[in-house]
């Protein structure tokens, strides 16, 4: 079964630091997005891309952060000057029509960030 | 401030038992629901949505949905010790592709 895969499993970064974190949707997937897990906290939706642009950001999604589809096959996320806060498990997702279709969003394994 | 509330539980069910798992939501305009499951250190995974008022079933899960009570829940019945997970509530409001996600109910099935 396809599936969404993200790397590195865990990354390391000293605050202030930009890191990227990477994920490869499934194939035929259009819709993309990228929650964030602080440990024992919700789930929080960040952003959604669509169509090589970004459709929906939440509050937490600021000028610190950006996406990017740089080719076919792999979506970023970028965190610009990184913060202990950003500490989390960041998850991306994708699916294949809208949400507004109801189409599910398929979630992979997630990236562990920790923010020395 | 769009809020989904759950009971962070644990619920502990004996195997074979019906786990009942509740969430409120705030926002009137939600219009579509999701039950995700959350093992430890993974990621979540969907097991039902519903989208109008009353049961939808699939399996050995039930999703029931109240919306005049601001209100989902989640059956599970035969409750095995792989059903043992985090479940996740998220509620989508209509023209928004912005989930809200409660805190998750910790559901243990003893055996």
């Known amino acids: 079964e396809p599936e969404v895969t993200q790397t590195p499993s865990h990354q390391v970064t000293q605050m202030g630091q930009e890191v990227i974190l990477r994920c490869v949707p499934i194939?035929?997937?259009?819709?993309f997005y990228w929650y964030r897990q602080i440990l024992g906290q919700k789930v929080e939706f960040l952003v959604s891309?669509?169509?090589?642009?970004?459709?929906?950001k939440s509050e937490i999604f600021d000028d610190q952060f950006s996406v990017e589809r740089p080719d076919g096959s792999n979506f970023t996320l970028k965190i610009r000057s990184t913060k202990l806060e950003d500490s989390a498990m960041y998850f991306c997702?994708?699916?294949?029509?809208?949400?507004?279709?109801?189409?599910?969003?398929?979630f992979g394994d997630g990236t562990r960030l920790s923010i020395l | 401030q769009k809020e989904v509330e759950q009971n962070s539980g644990p619920l502990s069910v004996p195997e074979g038992a019906i786990a009942s798992l509740n969430c409120t939501y705030s926002?009137?305009?939600?219009?579509?629901f999701f039950w995700y499951r959350q093992y430890s250190g993974k990621s979540p995974e969907l097991i039902m949505s519903?989208?109008?008022?009353g049961d939808k079933e699939d399996g050995r899960f039930t999703a029931q949905l109240n919306k005049a009570s601001q209100y989902v829940s989640l059956l599970i019945r035969d409750s095995q010790p792989s059903d043992s997970a985090t479940y996740l509530c998220?509620?989508?409001?209509?023209?928004?592709?912005?989930?809200?996600f409660g805190r998750g109910t910790s559901l243990i099935v003893h055996p």
């Open positions: 997702a994708s699916s294949l029509g809208s949400p507004y279709s109801n189409q599910p969003q398929h």
């Open positions: 194939s035929n997937h259009l819709y």
């Open positions: 891309f669509y169509n090589n642009e970004i459709s929906e």
């Open positions: 926002d009137r305009g939600s219009q579509s």
């Open positions: 519903i989208y109008s008022n």
């Open positions: 998220a509620v989508r409001a209509g023209g928004s592709y912005i989930p809200t």
